[in-house]
């Protein structure tokens, strides 16, 4: 993963619980949105299998990452399976050393200003601040005073109405997941949906770059 093409993007999208036979036709979805930079959950049934076909399909027009990588078994299922970056919910401090050695993006999650200094100094990519629902915008701002220069992601009840929010107040990057990706609509067949919301997200940080200039 290039950290800097992410930046000029930087929206992640999160998938979780997807089956094999929609998997082609979600990634037509997602490439059509304008979308380049999703994980593939690795409590997913079958995610290794998952990301290495998501990135033959792609072929390198998105950049594929595992996300829930809570132990080194998982991390090395990631890795042998092409993912890019490692995303989790917590600090699981040996595979964020394994990354960082290994120069490999890692975004492991905290929430408490403790936990989010801590997940820093292991050397992580960005810290996801999760779940960011329950504090909301106001929160990255609090902790933007203490801790100005860490790089930070935005995860859980972040939507294209309230991301400039998150954004404004010291987000770096912002996630969604079942918001978009819905259980209904990926049941029902229903990429369109799921593209035109996903392009909500896209369309909503384009007009942030053009009022702040970012």
């Not at 403790?114 to 106001?138: C, L, N, R």
């Not at 220069?149 to 912002?174: Q, R, T």
């Not at 593209?195 to 009022?211: L, P, Q, W």
């Amino acid at each position: 993963m290039e950290i800097q093409a992410f930046k000029q993007l930087p929206i992640l999208g999160i998938i979780r619980g997807i089956v094999s036979d929609d998997l082609k036709p979600l990634l037509v979805s997602i490439e059509s949105s304008g979308l380049k930079t999703i994980e593939i959950t690795m409590n997913t049934k079958g995610a290794p299998e998952l990301i290495r076909e998501a990135r033959r399909l792609s072929k390198g027009r998105l950049t594929i990452g595992a996300g829930t990588v809570l132990d080194m078994k998982s991390l090395k299922a990631a890795l042998e399976a092409g993912a890019s970056f490692i995303v989790m919910p917590v600090l699981v401090k040996e595979v964020v050393d394994y990354c960082v050695k290994n120069r490999i993006p890692v975004f492991p999650g905290a929430l408490t200003p403790q936990e989010i200094y801590a997940a820093w100094a292991t050397g992580a990519t960005m810290v996801k601040v999760f779940p960011s629902s329950f504090w909301g915008p106001d929160y990255f701002k609090e902790i933007r005073g203490p801790f100005d220069d860490l790089e930070l992601l935005a995860c859980g009840g972040v939507k294209p109405d309230n991301m400039a929010s998150f954004f404004a107040h010291g987000a770096n990057a912002v996630s969604f997941g079942a918001s978009v990706f819905k259980h209904e609509w990926l049941k029902s067949k229903d990429f369109k949906k799921i593209e035109m919301a996903i392009k909500d997200f896209i369309d909503g940080y384009r007009s942030i770059e053009r009022v702040f200039g970012s």
